[in-house]
Structures are given as C-alpha cells and as structure tokens.
C-alpha cells in the first residue's frame, strides 16, 4: 500500500468531528446543548486551522530555506469574501467536513452563512487581488500580500425607499477565526515633522527626517491557502494603533476624553476605507493611509532580507519584486529610496537601480479622476523627505530621460513631470509609478493597448519595453468549483478533477455542446441554480420571481461608464413596448441589479433610486402579467456573487468601448454559462474571441467609432430626437410615474444624459443594445441553440483563470521560480 505524503490529508470524519466538538469546547468554551450556529462555524474554522498552520509553517520553512525571489503584493484593497467554504475546498476537506456536521446535527452551507464577508475592497481591483493571491499560492511561488485592516471595510448598503444608506459595515466585531494577529512584527512609522541636513564626521551630507509623530502598525495574518493545499502564503494587514495611547496624566487630571486623544486619532487611519476624500482633512487621512500602510510593509519586507542577507544589499532586487496594485501603493517607491539613502546609507544611483528593478506597477483604469494626485502642501507637511526625493527623482528623469529624447520641449517636460504646474501645484502618482517601475501593466489586451497609445505614449516612447499586457483572471476555485457545485461535478465526470487547476480542460466540453442529454444535464442545473436564487430574491427583498423567466444579471460598481442607466432605459423601453401590446413577443425576463455606489457620487445613488423606483412599478403592474420583473438586491458583495453568479443567463457587459479596463464578473458569469450581452470592450473583446462571437451578444461602438463620434462633436439630443423610443422613455423621468405625486424626482437621469452631455454615450448605443436584447430573446426561445450557447461560453473560458494570469506576471514581470513545499 502506497504511504501517504506528508502533505496528504490526514483528517477523516471522526478525527474532523472530534476536533470541532474540543474547539467548541475548549476555544469557544461552550457545549454542543448550548452552542449558537457562530459557535459551531468558529469552531469548525478552528479545527480548519489547525491543519492551515501546520501548512503555513511549513511553507514558511521551506520559503526560508529555498530564499528565493518573492512577490510582494501592495494593495489598498483585498475582497476577499469568506473563507471557510474556500480554505475547506482548498484543503480537500469539504466533503468530509458536510459529513462529520451532519453527523453533529449541523449543516455547512448554514453555517457559512454565518461568516461575514471581508469586504476590505471596493470592487473588481479588490476582488482581482483575492483572486490572484489564491493563485499565487495555489502555484507555490513565494507570495505576500500587504494592505490595510480597516476596522470597517465597505459600508453595507441598506436600501430605504429606494435609496442606498450606508451603514459602517463591521466584519470581525466578535473576532474573526481566520486572522492571527502578530506584535512580534509590530512597525512604527513616522509621520510629519521636518527634515535636518546632516554633514558627517566623513564629510558627506545625510538627511535626517524627524518626525513629528509616530504611529505603530500592528499586522495581522490571514493565511492564504492554495489549492491542494500544499503552500500557504499570508495575507498581511496592518492596523493603526497610538504609540502612547492612554495619557495617565490627563486622565487622573479629570481629562477622561482628552485621554483617549491620540489613540482616536490613531486608530483613524486604518478606519475606513476610501475615508470621503473632498474635504481636506479627508485627503490628509487616505494619504497617511497610503504610507502608513506601504511603510509598514517596506520595513516588513527589508526585516525579512536582513534576516537572510545582513545588510549586503546587492541581493536585494534578486530577492524582493515588488506590485502595486494601481496608484494607491505608489508612496512605497520614494520610501524604499528614503531608506536605503537616509537609513541603509546607500548612494542614491546604487538606491535607484535597486528601486527600479523591485517595483512594478499594474494599471487599472484610464479614468482620468482615478489617477490620483496629491497637493504639494500636503505632501510638504505629511512626508516632508518624500517630497524631496520625488523632486530629485523628477529632476533626474526630466535631465537624464526627457532632455536628451525631447531637446528643449518645455511642453513634453510639464507633461511627464511628477509634479503639475498650477494654482495648487501637484504630485502625479501615475508618472511617479511609471518612472519608478521597470513594467507596467494593463489588464486585458485592448486597454493595455490603450494605455500605450492615449494614457502614456511618451513613456513606451522613452522605455519602449516597459508597457505591457497582462490579461485578468478568476480563480475557479471560488468561482466555479466552490459556487457551483453541480457544475462542477458534471465537469468532474466529463473531463476529469483535474480542471480547477487546468481550466483549459473544460475545452473538450465544447464537443458536447450539441448533445441534447448534456444539454439537459447543463440546463438542469441552471434551473436549479436559478431556483435557488429565487429564494434568496424573495429573502431579500420579498419581490417574488420565475425561474422560466431570463435572469438578465448586471453586478458591478455604479459608475455612469459601466452604463447601468443604459440598461434602465431599455428596461423602460421594453415596460412601453409591453403597456402598448400586452402580447408583446417577448420571452419573460427578471433584470437583476447588485451594486453599490460611491457615497459621494450623486448621480449613482440617483440611478439606484431611479432602479428601485421603476422596480416597484413594473413589478407590480398586472398588465404586463409578470412578463417583465426589476429586482435590486441589496448590499452587493462577494458572497451574494457566489449565488448570483451561478444563476445567470444573461450577463451584462454594457460599457462604453475604451472605458472598462477588463471587468472580472464578465469572466465569471460566462465560465458559469451566461450569455454575454456586451460592448466591445476590455476583456469582453477577449471573451468573444475565445467563446466565438457568435456565442455572445455584441453590440455597439467600438473604441475607435467612440473617439471618433467625440472628435466629430457628439450632441445625445441627435439621437433624443430621431428615436421616439428614447425620447418617450426620457421624458418619463420627468413624470410621477413611477414616484406618484412626486413629479421630477428622477429628472437626474434625464439631465445627465441631454444636458449634461452623456458623457458615456448612452444614447448612441441604445438602438443596438436594444436590437442585442432581442436578438437574445430569440436565442432563447430556442432552448437547445441556447444551451449550445451556454455550454460553449463556460467550456472556452479557460484563458481567464487568474493562474494564467500569474504565470504572465511571473514570465513578463516577476521573474519567480515555484517553490514546492514538500
Ligand atoms: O483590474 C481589475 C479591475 C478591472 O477589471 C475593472 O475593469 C476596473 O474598473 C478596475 N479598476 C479599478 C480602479 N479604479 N477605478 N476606477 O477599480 O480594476
């Protein structure tokens, strides 16, 4: 008989249901008479993380041994969801577990539901981050992700009449059983203050920042476990806490408050994330968010070094690669230069080569307003040695990169600076990335592309090498294997286990795509992954819904260029066509939204409401006899995802073309069998190319035709006028139709897209998306033509598996060698 490895899984049942029952004991300190279903989940996750340590500390040794090259992940945002049902999965214990609580009386699915999600992200950067740190560990390369352990991450959404409220959302306030916490690497980091000239007893001259305060950085782990089980890298994140937190003398002095001062100060930084940033105090907090959290991490990644390589720095880059996840992380490059000049005492050339060979830096957007920027003020009080070193960095670049490329073209100059001229003079984050990375990515082919071309083509001019591509991914583990059980079991039967780390596998489903019982079997279990959503529909939000109906599914972000209001016109247009013909040929169609908007941005939270307001009117107007429901489900986040995900038949990629990086839930939705409805854009562009056009809806103006129609000077009341359609449906919101007595309350929309210009172009595109949808109607009224569709779009997707999209990085950018942990 074969012995088993030392990475088996050694649990079965018993030993799984003996160690619940001590954790619910002994950790939890309750019985099974009394335990509450938190308790048997901690306890459960408990006796999960016995066998996670055992792999972390493993993986720790054999990473300590090995010293090889290491990726550091530096992210604002991780949204990571929850992580019993993925770390059970990971750790092939799954099965066994559903088994040993069901033998304890319990149920797993329920007790998942009792995990809060981590929500410490935003949206799609956030959750590509999860994704990739999963694939980084399930691929064995020395991995480590660093952020921020905000006490609330994303506030939960309530929805009051229609409208969104933001709630602080509170994820760990009665502990959290995956997160270790780690004073033995506590940080502190300085802040504020001012900056001496030095001169030594060797003659030469050092700055010395002293700072005006101090903060310490408390990280705390969750480990990250990949598939199989083998590597188990962390996750860390650093919390803010006072150096001095309890002032006695205040406090015995009758200053109970004032006491506390500084603690409540501290604590502040690691808060929230995104704190509002239009005030000025708002801008001062997410900049100190930003150091404090790469700070931290710098000092976190030069302990690690020192451990193995002393202070011989001339490994360093060899060893240490390090990613910002957008602009958010982009202090991290003068700080990594501020201590190896100010603190390590290298020269600033020998600091620069290492700097520049550790950073690279991933794009994700080409929005201008999402490129920061930060006042030099503020930099000048905050990090008064940072805004040195960014001027030295600048006017070196400019000598030694612009001059010699641009003689004499002061315009090109104001251009590539760091710093931009004006009233307020400003730090430009995105050139400081570009110029102090030795790559920098895009996220799907078409926007990489853009990024040469548009965002910076006098930076692929100076480093003709330096732009690259790095198509996103998803990790099939959570978004197949995990969210759609059934699936995956009938995958697991045609091709094989192998697939959630092969996805590339399910392209030999392609051949069943015609076979009518493989049809039956796929559909049936669409069927009940819709089923299944139907209740969670009527939980949530008591709107009651078919399964016969199309589930036509938009989850993302609010934001006017994702084009959520495109899709309520049509929604509008399709509830006239059914007013005017109750016959009106259409197969029934429940439209699902899931999104939350940010909550300063007014006209997303107008779009909710308008959404809501609609909802409540189409779905509850017997005329169209439930041929059309509008539902919005609350509180968007992953684990919602995980249940929508699965039960979509239609999936909405409706972006102006140029404006969507690549979107992620594209991706997902497909590998679960949607039908992509979609603009040529992002990673949609990639998608139809693997699923075949023909498989997917793809409708409207192409990058090119967009920048075009603006160069030619685009006027939306062109299109207001020559299609009644869209005039009939505009001029509704300035109606009581749908907020009785209360005329007007949803003229935003119509405003936005006449008078403001609809900078998205809503109304160019409306006829084709509109001919788009009925083009899916008639695909769908034909179930086998359908179920060929479906089949073909979730056995192609193999390409977006984010292990694709890490072995990309570790080719273009990374330079990693996988490291077994035996
Ligand atoms: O790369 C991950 C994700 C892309 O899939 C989305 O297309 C893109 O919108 C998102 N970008 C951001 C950055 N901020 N903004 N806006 O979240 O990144």
């Not at 075949?692 to 685009?714: H, M, P, Q, S, W």
């Amino acid at each position: 008989m074969a012995t088993k490895k030392k990475t088996d899984i050694l649990l079965d049942k018993e030993q799984l249901k003996a160690s619940i029952i001590r954790h619910l004991r002994s950790t939890l300190g309750t019985s099974e008479e009394k335990a509450s279903q938190e308790s048997w989940w901690k306890a459960t996750a408990a006796a999960v993380n016995e066998q996670v340590y055992e792999r972390l500390t493993r993986t720790q040794q054999t990473h300590l041994k090995q010293d090889t090259r290491a990726i550091h992940y530096l992210s604002a945002e991780f949204l990571m969801g929850r992580l019993t049902s993925n770390n059970l999965h990971n750790l092939s214990l799954y099965k066994v577990c559903d088994e040993a609580l069901a033998d304890l009386g319990l149920n797993l699915s329920d007790l998942c539901e009792c995990e809060p999600d981590m929500a410490l992200g935003n949206g799609g950067l956030g959750r590509l981050a999860a994704c990739f740190i999963d694939s980084l560990a399930t691929l064995s390369y020395p991995a480590i992700g660093y952020g921020i352990h905000y006490e609330h991450g994303l506030f939960r959404q309530e929805i009051q009449d229609g409208r969104q409220i933001e709630r602080p959302d509170s994820w760990r306030e009665y502990g959290n059983p995956w997160e270790i916490c780690r004073p033995e690497s506590v940080q502190e980091i300085p802040l504020y203050g001012y900056v001496e000239t030095v001169f030594c007893d060797d003659g030469h001259m050092k700055k010395v920042w002293h700072a005006g305060r101090k903060i310490k950085g408390v990280p705390w782990d969750i480990p990250v476990v990949g598939f199989g089980g083998h590597t188990v890298n962390i996750l860390r994140l650093w919390e803010s806490r006072a150096s001095e937190f309890f002032d006695w003398d205040v406090f015995n002095a009758g200053g109970y408050l004032d006491s506390q001062a500084e603690k409540a100060q501290a604590e502040t930084i690691s808060k929230v994330l995104y704190p509002n940033d239009e005030t000025e105090a708002g801008k001062e907090l997410r900049l100190i968010q930003q150091y404090f959290f790469c700070a931290c991490s710098i000092k976190d990644i030069m302990r690690r070094y020192k451990r193995a390589h002393g202070n011989d720095f001339s490994h360093f880059a060899d060893q240490i690669a390090i990613q910002l996840n957008d602009t958010h992380p982009t202090i991290a490059i003068p700080e990594l230069m501020r201590v190896l000049v100010d603190e390590e005492d290298l020269q600033w050339e020998k600091a620069w080569d290492i700097c520049y060979r550790v950073f690279a830096y991933t794009n994700h957007t080409l929005l201008p307003e999402a490129l920061e920027k930060w006042a030099v003020y503020l930099f000048e009080r905050v990090l008064p040695r940072h805004l040195e070193i960014i001027y030295e960095i600048n006017s070196r670049f400019l000598s030694e990169k612009v001059e010699p490329m641009w003689p004499g073209n002061d315009a090109i100059k104001a251009k590539l600076s760091i710093i931009e001229e004006g009233d307020v003079r400003k730090v430009r984050m995105g050139n400081l990335c570009v110029i102090g990375s030795n790559k920098v990515n895009g996220v799907a082919e078409v926007h990489s592309r853009l990024v040469k071309e548009d965002l910076f083509p006098e930076f692929d001019q100076i480093w003709p090498d330096k732009l690259c591509n790095v198509t996103n991914g998803v990790t099939p583990r959570r978004w197949l294997l995990a969210c759609n059980p059934e699936l995956a079991a009938l995958y697991d039967e045609v091709v094989g286990k192998e697939w959630p780390l092969k996805l590339d596998l399910l392209r030999s489903v392609v051949k069943f795509a015609d076979d009518k019982a493989f049809q039956k079997q796929f559909m049936t279990i669409k069927r009940h992954n819709k089923e299944k959503l139907v209740e969670v529909i009527k939980a949530e939000t008591g709107i009651d819904v078919s399964a016969e109906a199309i589930f036509d599914i938009q989850i993302k972000r609010l934001h006017e260029y994702k084009r959520q209001q495109l899709n309520l016109l049509h929604i509008m247009a399709l509830y006239r066509r059914l007013l005017a013909d109750p016959d009106y040929d259409m197969h029934p169609r429940v439209f699902i939204f899931g999104s939350k908007a940010a909550p300063g941005y007014k006209l997303a939270k107008d779009i909710i409401y308008a959404i809501n307001k609609v909802a409540e009117r189409v779905n509850n107007d017997v005329r169209i006899k439930g041929k059309l429901k509008v539902v919005f489900m609350p509180n968007y986040r992953v684990s919602l995802a995980e249940k929508l995900i699965p039960a979509a038949d239609v999936s909405e990629q409706i972006s102006t073309a140029g404006y969507e990086a690549s979107g992620t839930g594209n991706m997902k939705m497909a590998l679960n069998g949607a039908i992509t409805i979609g603009t040529l854009d992002g990673a949609n562009i990639e998608i139809a190319e693997e699923a075949g056009e023909e498989n997917c809806a793809i409708f409207g103006l192409t990058v090119d035709e967009v920048k075009a129609l603006k160069a030619r000077g685009y006027n939306p009341y062109d299109f207001y006028y020559a299609n009644s359609e869209i005039k009939a449906v505009l001029d509704w919101f300035d109606t009581d139709y749908f907020t009785p007595g209360r005329p007007g309350e949803l003229s935003s929309i119509k405003r936005a897209l006449l008078d403001g210009g609809d900078t998205y172009l809503a109304l160019a595109d409306f006829a084709a998306y509109s001919e788009a949808h009925r083009k899916i109607d008639t695909w769908y009224c034909d179930p086998s033509l359908w179920a060929k569709k479906a089949i073909i779009n979730s056995a192609t997707m193999g390409k977006f598996n984010s292990d694709r999209s890490i072995e990309d990085y570790v080719a273009r950018i990374w330079g990693l060698k996988s490291c077994k942990v035996g």
